[in-house]
């Protein structure tokens, strides 16, 4: 049982359960945990639990930010949770990866189109 255990639990259950879950992921503060249904998210609940230092509230999931310690608490998260890691990311979050390792990236193998791309809509 990790130090997150119990706020694992209990943002399980103010997201709706894992029924509602679609995907998780963590960035270098935040938990993120994407969802089907908005009705069954309580977000003003999930500021109110221990260890959550702040929520954001975007289209489709609640990012959670804990702080540095935010592997430790993904970790708990997908033992309490029973979350399985895939590759099965969102469609809209996978395009933003093409796009955004070619507009940071080399620039030199990219086609007119592509580079416009990059131009139309910034990171």
Request: hydrophobic share 35%.
């Amino acid at each position: 049982m990790g130090k997150y255990t119990k706020m694992s639990q209990q943002v399980l259950e103010k997201v709706g359960g894992l029924s509602n879950i679609t995907f998780v992921e963590r960035c270098a503060t935040r938990l993120r945990i994407h969802y089907a249904s908005k009705s069954k998210v309580d977000v003003e609940a999930i500021k109110g639990i221990e260890h959550v230092v702040g929520v954001v509230d975007k289209t489709g999931q609640v990012q959670i930010i804990i702080g540095p310690e935010v592997n430790d608490a993904f970790n708990d998260f997908l033992e309490v949770s029973g979350w399985k890691p895939t590759d099965d990311r969102p469609r809209s979050w996978r395009k933003s990866l093409k796009r955004r390792a070619l507009c940071t990236g080399s620039r030199s193998s990219a086609t007119s189109a592509q580079l416009s791309l990059c131009r139309s809509f910034p990171l």
